[in-house]
């Protein structure tokens, strides 16, 4: 187990058991002996129809552990909680999720139940994404946030500001000035005052590859002077009282706690000169960046690792708020985090299985070697390989090795060698190779998945991510591999592994005994579904066919096809969106009769809930470019 580093990056949900299998510790620390989950086990009642309760599903196979979620969401809060607690901060934590970590139905239902006693909520930054917080956050905690982040138009700003009227604690999130103007319209119309909060443009940079888009020139946010424009106007227009939070995100896997107080203690003074110029603020929301050791080093170096504990992060966080707003004499906000990736990640374990393992080395006597038939040259080379191997020198036999097959297959290449008399000499050389100890030893095994599906950011940016047997761990792998997946493309394959290896040490394979080897990829519940699938809910695009044309626009559309639906890409991560239209609809009815009764007019707002819920769900999820500004 120490080869793979469990202790690192598993440490405090994985280790390897007693049989050499891969367990499970579903409450973290607070496990108790008994409760450990051996995976092995799992894998073969979810696949083995013949195991009792077999399920026969077929691999690549998620497996999630709804305890885990829970024991991360706990530990997030605890932390912050003991860090108020110790430094006497005068006020609370309460996180949010950011859907787009990973949409799934269950992940979003449980982190609402699990969070619901400690009010933690959920962050959307696209149209598809509120609708789906918003429809799951009824169940929640009232008090709970809905952050709204992202580009935003008429539709998604309608969207929010339905939520306030549904009683849901939306908070719209400015993050180009443009929004504002939208804002002020809709909440006038729809006659709700908005909770608005702004994001910024910190001049903090984090310079790791998630950080690219921090610091002045970065993507998001708003500058300075942009932020002094947005409270000037909100102050002319009688709404600086709603602008309550202050929001940035420096980008994800911050390494260090220096660099995060850096951040936070520059957000801190942003804050306090909001709360000077006569906004209402109460909350700043520290964005993600809380990051997770993928390499188990704890150092901090790379991408792959951060150098301090969910308590260091929380008492930094704590201690740079309370030290900026106390030299202020402002009141300490409640602080909000948007932890994605250190939230979901551990839950879910990717199991996958090798089919094969690539034979580099050819067994010589499948093929015979015959000296008949091969030219003068080629001959020759025999003989100077055949002197240097009973001379015992590696060097030159590996010179001759060259040598003979280049110009062997120059002779195949001509007509001149059968294939036969090719493998011959392919099979000698190998068989040589092999004598001398030259071989390459790392044989290619071939994996039942599609890195670009389940592992996209190894594709995608390199990110690496700790795999594993999930068994045999007892014994020793005499092998190293790397994993190469089914799909057709050279990309398909992963070599590269946590610790800068090149491959892996792996098992050799049993497949004539039948044996089968399970690998599990490990810390991959945020993103890499998400990304693999449906990122952010934006579904495919529309395609249209274009084909130059003779006809008086010089070209034909053949084909148009519209992109999947808000609804659509709901449906395929499991969401219900017809339950779901109905459940806002629902209650959009209860609280207007209760509204009603009470002698409150808020007329047609059951009407207004229907037609901008309906028009959410049939439009795709990109920018409507009518609406938008
Ligand atoms: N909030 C915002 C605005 C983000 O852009 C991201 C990710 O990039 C997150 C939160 C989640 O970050 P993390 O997964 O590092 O917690």
């Known amino acids: 187990a120490s080869l793979y580093r469990i202790d690192g990056w598993g440490d405090p949900y994985f280790a390897a058991n007693s049989s050499g299998n891969i367990s499970v510790r579903p409450h973290g620390s607070n496990t108790l002996p008994h409760q450990d989950i051996d995976l092995m086990k799992v894998v073969k009642k979810a696949t083995d129809p013949k195991s009792s309760g077999g399920l026969a599903l077929q691999l690549p196979l998620i497996v999630r552990f709804p305890d885990v979620l829970k024991n991360r969401l706990e530990c997030l809060q605890s932390a912050f909680d003991f860090a108020i607690q110790t430094q006497g901060y005068d006020s609370h934590y309460q996180g949010v999720f950011p859907v787009k970590c990973n949409q799934d139905r269950f992940i979003i239902e449980d982190i609402v139940e699990f969070g619901s006693s400690f009010r933690f909520g959920l962050e959307a930054g696209s149209k598809p994404e509120i609708l789906l917080a918003m429809s799951c956050l009824c169940k929640g905690n009232p008090d709970a946030f809905l952050v709204c982040n992202g580009f935003k138009d008429s539709e998604y700003i309608s969207l929010a500001l339905l939520g306030r009227k549904l009683e849901l604690n939306t908070v719209i999130v400015l993050e180009q000035e443009e929004e504002l ?97 006569g906004a209402c603020m109460e909350v700043i929301d520290i964005g993600g960046g809380l990051g997770i050791d993928y390499d188990g080093s704890k150092s901090g170096e790379s991408d792959l690792s951060v150098a301090y504990s969910l308590e260091e992060y929380a008492s930094a966080v704590v201690s740079s708020i ?45 093929v015979q070697f015959l000296l008949e038939g091969y030219s003068e040259e080629a001959r020759g080379d025999y003989e100077n390989l055949y002197g240097a191997a009973m001379r015992g020198d590696r060097e030159s036999c590996l010179l001759y090795v060259d040598q003979l097959k280049q110009r062997c297959v120059e002779g195949f290449k001509e007509g001149n060698l059968s294939i036969e008399q090719l493998a011959g000499v392919d099979g000698l050389c190998e068989w040589v190779v092999k004598a001398i100890g030259a071989s390459d030893p790392v044989l290619t095994y071939h994996v039942n998945l599609s890195v670009f599906t389940s592992i996209p950011d190894f594709w995608g940016i390199d990110q690496l991510f700790p795999i594993v047997p999930i068994h045999k761990l007892d014994q ?75 006809g008086p626009h010089g070209f034909a559309v053949t084909r148009a096809v519209m992109g999947q639906s808000s609804a659509d890409v709901l449906r395929a991560m ?29 007329k047609g707002n059951e009407k207004l809930a229907a037609s901008c819920l309906a028009r959410s769900f049939d439009n795709m999820p990109y920018l409507s470019m009518e609406t938008s500004t």
């Open 181 to 277: 103007e939208l804002v002020i319209d809709l909440s006038k119309k729809m006659n709700v005052r908005p909770v608005i909060g702004l994001r910024a443009k910190l001049r903090t940079k984090h310079s790791g590859h998630f950080g690219s888009t921090s610091g002045e020139k970065g993507k998001f946010g708003l500058t300075t002077v942009q932020i002094v424009r947005v409270v000037r106007k909100l102050r002319q227009v009688g709404m600086l009282d709603c602008l309550k939070l202050l929001h940035f995100h420096i980008g994800s896997q911050i390494p260090s706690t220096a660099l995060l107080s850096d951040g936070v203690a520059e957000a801190a003074q942003l804050y306090c000169e909001l709360t000077r110029l």
């Open 322 to 366: 309370r030290f900026v707003c106390d030299s202020k004499s402002v009141k300490h906000p409640v602080i909000c985090s948007e932890s994605g990736r250190a939230i979901v990640s551990h839950h879910s374990v990717l199991i996958f299985e090798a089919v094969s393992a690539g034979q580099q080395h050819e067994t010589p006597s499948d």
């Open 476 to 550: 020793r792998p005499l092998a190293r591999g790397i994993l190469s997946d089914l799909t057709c493309d050279s990309d398909g394959k992963i070599n590269k592994f946590i610790g800068g290896e090149s491959s892996l040490p792996l098992h050799e394979l049993d497949n004539n005994g039948g044996g089968r080897y399970y690998l599990g990829m490990f810390l991959g519940g945020a993103y890499e579904e998400a990304l693999g699938g449906v990122h952010n809910l934006f579904g495919g695009p529309s395609v249209v066919r274009v084909l130059q044309s003779d």
């Open 574 to 602: 499991q969401h219900e969106p017809e339950l779901m239209f109905q459940t806002l609809k629902h209650r959009a009815e209860e609280l207007s009769s209760v509204h009603k009764a009470g002698g409150g007019g808020d």
